[in-house]
């Protein structure tokens, strides 16, 4: 039996079309501002699942480098150099006191804002800003105590003090020791290092030998950093 064109080119159209039939994509999450009764285009929920995971996995990243950064380890092959370690060694020659406990001047030397939140197994709050609270209070016990001491009176002490506890000066004897590389930054710093973070910073030293050795143990360091 003869089948006639029209019947053929039918034929043929449905046998191509059955072989180029691709099945659906599977169900994709739907973004969590969309709601369940709401059709959104699959290449809408596409592009934001791509986005979402880019953003997740640079996410993981940098937060991987800041805490590399930040406990100072780096490992090249079998042998771990820790810049923790060398920070804290540099530090106490610098200051001139060797710390019963190195994890306080640790805390000392981190600046607000660079994203450390502990010291080993101790919470941290704004960096070293605690620490520079109480070191400030120590400097000025230190100082007030000596200037009683040789019978000055209120007037007198208060215009010897002011210019001493000043932050561009504490800033400068931060800079001439060469403490300000002992000190961890935030890295969206490049290494820059503000006035008030080096002032801040040599207050916390304060605080921390403080806690650390008692006021005889401060009152040395202050010596030494020029603080008193």
């Avoid at 709401?38 to 592009?47: A, D, G, K, L």
């Avoid at 930040?70 to 490992?75: E, I, L, Y």
Wanted: aromatic content about 6%; glycine content about 8%.
């Amino acid at each position: 039996m003869m089948v006639n064109l029209q019947t053929r080119r039918r034929i043929s159209s449905r046998s191509l079309a059955h072989s180029v039939c691709v099945q659906p994509p599977a169900r994709t999450p739907r973004p969590f501002w969309v709601k369940s009764n709401t059709r959104v285009p699959i290449h809408c929920v596409s592009s934001w699942q791509a986005l979402h995971a880019s953003s997740f996995n640079n996410h993981i990243a940098y937060s991987r480098s800041l805490s590399l950064l930040r406990d100072g380890s780096q490992q090249t092959g079998h042998k771990v150099t820790t810049d923790k370690d060398s920070k804290l060694e540099i530090a106490q020659k610098v200051i001139g006191y060797d710390f019963n406990d190195p994890d306080i001047l640790w805390e000392a030397l981190q600046a607000a804002g660079n994203g450390a939140s502990s010291v080993r197994f101790r919470t941290i709050f704004e960096g070293n800003k605690r620490l520079a609270m109480l070191g400030d209070a120590v400097q000025k016990l230190e100082l007030i105590r000596g200037l009683y001491e040789k019978g000055l009176s209120r007037v007198e002490m208060n215009a010897i003090i002011e210019p001493i506890v000043e932050n561009r000066n504490l800033a400068n004897q931060c800079d001439s020791i060469g403490l300000t590389s002992c000190i961890n930054i935030n890295l969206s710093q490049h290494g820059y290092v503000g006035t008030n973070t080096k002032a801040a910073t040599m207050e916390a030293v304060a605080g921390a030998a403080y806690l650390d050795g008692g006021l005889d143990a401060a009152a040395r360091v202050m010596k030494n950093l020029g603080m008193a």
